[in-house]
DNA sequence: TATGAATGAGGGTTCATTCAT
DNA sequence: GATGAATGAACCCTCATTCAT
C-alpha cells in the first residue's frame, strides 16, 4: 500500500519555507528577496519549493496573511470580560514582539504592496477588520461604563487606534538614537487622553 | 563653438527623471520600477538618463530626499511668528497633497527600504529631523504660552507626532470605505487633547 | 504472500498511460506535453508510472508504434480475397477515425520528430513499410486483373498513395471553413484517375 | 545629433535571428529550440535578441511567416499571362529549395503547431489562402482554354492540390532508400491525369 | 504496487548598466 | 546632448527523473 500524504509533515514544510521567506523579505524585501534565496534559506531545491507553494505570490500573501494574524491576534487571550478601553491599549505595548521591532519592517512592505496589489490589499484589510471589530466592542463597553468618552464613534476611532498602534516600528526608522520606551508612554498618554470622558 | 551645459537646462532634465520615476515608483514600488520602464515615462534613452544619473540607486536617493522634503515642507511657510502647536497640527491636515493620499505610499516605500538600506535610512532620518526641529521648537513655544502641556518632553513629543501624521495614509489602505474627513477630524481630537495642558 | 505481477494487469496499466499520453501530446505537443501532465491525465504518480515506462522518451515510441499501427491498421481486415485498388482506396475514406481528424494532428508531431530523431524515423518506417507492402500487392493484382495501370510501378506508387492518405489532415488545418466531404470526393477521383489503365 | 535608428541595420539584425532560429528549429523543433541556443546560433546575448523580438513566440511566428511565404511564393513571378494548370504544376517541381527537402520539415512542426496555436493556424491558413487564390484563378483559366476538366470545382482543387504538394516532404520520411525523383514524376503524372479533361 | 518528496539544470525573460556613434 | 546596440547575470518557474517509504 502507497504511503498517503502526511499533512502535519506537509503542513511543517510549509511553515518552515514562510518562516525562511520572512526572514529573506525583511532582509530584502518582498521583491528584492527571490526564490532561490529562500531556497538556499530554506535548504530546499527551487523545484521542492514548488511543491509547497504554487508561485512566489503565493508564499507573499500567506506569509503576509500569517503575520498580520500573528501580529494583531495577541488580542484574543483576553478571556470572557472585556477590560476597558485603556486597559486593553496598555496591555497591547506589553504583547512579545514589540519588543525587538525590526521584524515590523514587513509591516511597511505590505502597506506599500497593498497599494499596487490588490490581493495584499484584501488580506491587509480583513486582518484590519478582525482586530476592529474587537476594539469597536470594547470601546463600546468602556462608554457604556463610564470610562470612555461617549462621543467617539466607536467604530471610527478603532480605525485610528489601529493606525497609531502600527505606526509605532516607524519611530526607530525616523529618529536617531531613540528611547523607544520614552515613546511608548507618551503614545499610551496620547491614547489615554484622547479616549477618556471630557469634563 | 560647443555648447557649454546649461545648468538650469540640466537641473530641469533632472527634475524630470524625478518626477517620471516617482509616478513609476508609486505604480510598481522601488524595486518594481525598472530603469527602462522610467526610461519609457521620462521619453529618454537609458544612456542619456545615465547621463543625469548614475546609477539606480542614486535616482531612489534623490527622489526620496525631494519626496520627503516636499512632504514635510509645508510646515516652513508660517514666517516669523511660531503659531501654537493645536493650531499648527490644524493646519497640517489642509495642507494640499493630503486631499490626494495615493502619492504617499511611497512613504511606505521608503519606510521599508529604510529598513535594510542605510542611505535611505539617512535620508528618512535627516528629513524628518528637520520637522522634528521645527515641532520641538513650537511645542516649547507653546508650553511657555501655557497652550501645551509643560509635562511633555518636546523632544520625544515631536517624535511621536510626526509619525502619527504619516500613519494616516494607512487608514484608507487598512480599511474599506473610510470615511476620511471623519478620521482627520478624530486625529486632530486626539492631538488635541494629547497636547493641551492636564487640568 | 507476496502477489506475482499480473502481466495483463501490468499491459491495461500501460495502456492507460498510453492513452492519457496520446491526449496530452495531442493538447501541447511532444514536447510540450510534460511527464507531471500526464501523470495528472492518467491519474498516477511520477514514481508509479516510471514503473510502467523507463523515460518519457519510451512513451513517445511506444504511442507512436500504436498510433500509427492503429492508423494504417485498417487494411488489414480484409480477408483473403484482397480488394482492388480503387475499391481499397474508396474504402480508406470511409474507415472510423477519419470523421473526427484532430487525433491525426498527432501524425505531423511524429513526421516532425521524425526528421531528427532516428528512433521515431524508423518507427514511422517500419510502420509505413507494412501498408506499402499491402497496397503493392493490391496494386499488383489490380494490374493482373487490368484494373490498374500498368504502367505504374507498383512500389514507388504505393508510397504516393500513402503520402497523399495521410495529407488528408493537412486540409482542415490549411483552409478556413472546408467542406471536408467535398475534398474527400476529390482526393477520391484524383487516386481513382491516377490509377486506372489509360487509354 | 543623437544617431536615429538604422532600419536597414535593424532589419538586417532581425533576419540574422530569424535565420538562425530556423536553423534551431530545423534541428531540434519548436519547443525543443531554446532561446539561449538560438542565441548561441546568432552569436548574440539573450538581453539582445529580446532587444528584436519581444518573445520567443514572435520568433515562431515571424519565422512561420516567411517560411511559408518562401514556401509558396514561387508561384508569383511567372508574369502576366496565367500558364495552364498543368504547366503550372510542373513548374512547382522545378523550383528551387525542393532540392534540399530538409529544410522542408518545418512545415510539420508548423502543421503540428497550428493544430493547438490559433496564431499560427492563422498564418497557416492566411499563407495558403495567397497560393489557393493563384491556383483557383488558374485552374478556371486552363477550364476556359478547354485544358481542364470543366467539372472540378477550382477552389476546391487548389485546396487538395496544396496538400498533395505539401505532403511531398513526407516522401524521404516514411520511406527508406526512396528515389524522390521517381516519385516527383509519379505525383506529376497524378495530378495531370486529375486535371486533364475527361474523355 | 504506489506515493509524493526531492533534485538541480534549464526554460523564457528582464535587469541595471556600458559603449560606440 | 542623445541614441539604441549590446551584455550576461539573475529573475521566476518547470522539467524529467530518482528515491525512501
Redesign the interface.
Known sequence: M?RKIDPEQHEGKRQEILAAAHRCF????L??ASISMICKEAGMSPGHLYHYFPSKEAIIEQMADDYLAALHGHFGGHGKETPTATVLLSELWSMSGWDDL?HC?IL??L??????NPRI?AI??DN??GI?DLLTATLATGQARGEVDPS??PR??S??L???L???P??P????G??FE??RK??T???S??LRP??
Open positions: 502507497a525583511l532582509r530584502n524585501g521583491q528584492g525590526s519592517r511597511f512592505e502597506l506599500a504592496e497593498a497599494g499596487r490589499h491587509l484589510r484590519t477588520d476592529r467617539l464613534d471610527h476611532t480605525a485610528v489601529v493606525a497609531v502600527d505606526a509605532a516607524m519611530l526608522l525616523m529618529t536617531d531613540l528611547d520614552e515613546s507618551l503614545i498618554t496620547m491614547i487622553r484622547f471630557q469634563p
